[in-house]
């Protein structure tokens, strides 16, 4: 059989569509670009230039981070929503230790317990005899 060595780099290796961008990042890029043009169109007349520039740097930290972003090698999406579930739930846990052992040990003692009680009364099926025979 014939080997053929596989270089390790080949599994990092991500394809481009165009200037080096993925299509993730290509998708984005349109994303801000499209937010841009529709902020400077229809926000700077009320809100001036300042204002709107402002909004465009916001826009741009917070939907850019989604084409580069890539926390612990998972997508900036996912990321965030593992980072969201972790946040929305409660920060203290009341969590109680049980010990199994100490648990059946206690069980046992009070099924041993209970049959010890019953003896005197005839109710144990471990006995020799029963009420109305001889005793040996």
């Excluded at 965030?80 to 069980?107: G, Q």
């Amino acid at each position: 059989m014939f080997e053929v060595p596989m270089p390790d780099n080949i599994k990092k290796y991500k394809g481009t569509v165009i200037m080096g961008l993925s299509f993730r990042k290509l998708l984005v890029v349109m994303i801000i670009f499209i937010g841009v043009f529709f902020i400077f169109k229809y926000l700077n007349p009320y809100i001036g230039q300042d204002g709107s520039f402002f909004i465009i740097v916001l826009f741009t930290l917070i939907v850019g981070p989604f084409g580069w972003a890539t926390p612990y090698g998972m997508a900036a999406e996912k990321y965030i929503s593992l980072v969201w579930r972790y946040m929305s739930r409660p920060s203290k846990r009341c969590l109680e230790n049980r010990n199994l052992l100490d648990e059946a040990l206690e069980i046992k003692y009070h099924e041993l317990e209970n049959q010890y009680k019953n003896i005197g009364k005839g109710k144990d099926e471990n006995m020799r005899y029963k009420k109305g025979r001889k005793k040996w």
